[in-house]
């Protein structure tokens, strides 16, 4: 069984959760829960720790608002 990386056997993969979401906004929850903490990692290297936080939550924000244009059948 293959698992994209970040998810644990048994749970939800992105794409999934990503269609949950379409009617579940809170869903979406999940992702930032799974990702963030990368998302602020990779921003702080590089554009130090005050910027991360204001790039990480405008990358999930867009992300949240751009949910309905992922290919979740992409492989």
């Given at each position: 069984?293959?698992?994209?990386?970040?998810?644990?056997?048994?749970?939800?993969?992105?794409?999934?959760?990503?269609?949950?979401?379409?009617?579940?906004?809170?869903?979406?929850?999940?992702?930032?829960?799974?990702?963030?903490?990368?998302?602020?990692?990779?921003?702080?290297?590089?554009?130090?720790?005050?910027?991360?936080?204001?790039?990480?939550?405008?990358?999930?924000?867009?992300?949240?608002?751009q949910r309905f244009r992922y290919r979740t059948d992409a492989a």
């Amino acid at each position: 069984m293959t698992v994209e990386p970040g998810v644990s056997v048994g749970q939800d993969s992105d794409a999934a959760v990503i269609e949950r979401s379409w009617e579940e906004p809170e869903a979406f929850a999940v992702l930032f829960d799974r990702h963030a903490d990368s998302v602020h990692r990779y921003a702080a290297r590089r554009l130090g720790a005050e910027a991360a936080e204001d790039v990480m939550a405008e990358t999930f924000t867009t992300a949240f608002q751009q949910r309905f244009r992922y290919r979740t059948d992409a492989a």
